[in-house]
């Protein structure tokens, strides 16, 4: 089913929460990032289960697994362009085996195995098997093939940048939830500024929603009411002893001493 609305994130999780120092969740130190191969860059949508086996095959006989190389992971334009009773499946003449024996093959090799998924309700090439609204299913299927890694890609979703400039794929891009501005050592509240367009809204003691209605195409992306930012006026004095007054003068110099007009 797919949200009418996107989740919260919780305080913990948001980016701004990373520097109070605390180590994240299963992070360990001395250990390798997830390293490997994935079948975008070299084939596209077009890979395909035997050009994946011999990926695996190549990594043995390189010596990859050795130093730490032990992903294979399938991306996009590996399954089927829609849903089979709400559940993903495999692309059929690309995959005849499926995706469980796909796995078993490479972890048969000592390796892992990776696959591709979208926050969206579409993949990034097209096909209508995003995860949005199906995370739980996704979740088991990914089980039950023996998935240790997931790529998760952000086309798509409906509450961010669209995918391709096609306006039917449009939604909104947001930006964080705002308190205040600081220019210099002068700091304003949202009550100081301004807001444009009607997506925006105040709440409590912060302004939520700013962003744009956006195809990421100049022709797909609509201005003016469904749009909202957050404006300040501010008429800024420079100190006579400031870089970028520095700067403007040297610019200035230099422009007149090349004769320039």
């Excluded at 190389?69 to 495999?90: A, F, M, P, Q």
Aim: charged share 30%; with cysteine; proline share 4%.
């Amino acid at each position: 089913m797919i949200p009418e609305k996107p989740d919260r994130i919780s305080k913990e999780c948001r980016f701004d929460s990373f520097k109070d120092g605390k180590v994240l969740y299963g992070k360990k130190k001395g250990r390798l990032p997830a390293m490997g191969w994935n079948s975008w860059n070299a084939f596209g949508s077009g890979n395909t289960e035997e050009l994946t086996k011999i990926m695996a095959d190549r990594f043995l006989e390189l010596g990859l697994k050795d130093l730490g190389y032990e992903y294979i992971v399938l991306d996009d334009g590996c399954y089927k362009e829609t849903r089979i009773d709400g559940k993903l499946s495999n692309e059929e003449v690309k995959f005849p085996s499926g995706f469980k024996a796909l796995s078993d093959y490479i972890h048969s090799r000592g390796l892992k195995f990776g696959m591709y998924n979208d926050i969206g309700t579409n993949l990034c090439a097209g096909a209508e098997v995003g995860t949005c609204g199906f995370e739980e299913e996704d979740a088991k299927s990914y089980l039950e093939w023996g998935v240790d890694f997931l790529k998760v890609d952000n086309c798509y979703y409906l509450w961010d940048n669209a995918t391709f400039s096609k306006p039917e794929n449009a939604r909104y891009s947001f930006a964080p939830n705002i308190r205040a501005v600081r220019v210099g050592d002068k700091t304003f509240s949202f009550q100081d500024m301004c807001v444009t367009g009607d997506r925006a809204v105040m709440e409590d003691d912060y302004v939520t929603g700013i962003g744009t209605f956006d195809g990421t195409g100049p022709d797909a992306s609509p201005l003016g009411k469904r749009s909202s930012e957050l404006v300040l006026e501010y008429n800024a004095q420079l100190p006579k002893r400031s870089p970028y007054r520095s700067s403007m003068q040297q610019l200035r110099r230099k422009i007149r001493e090349s004769g320039f007009r």
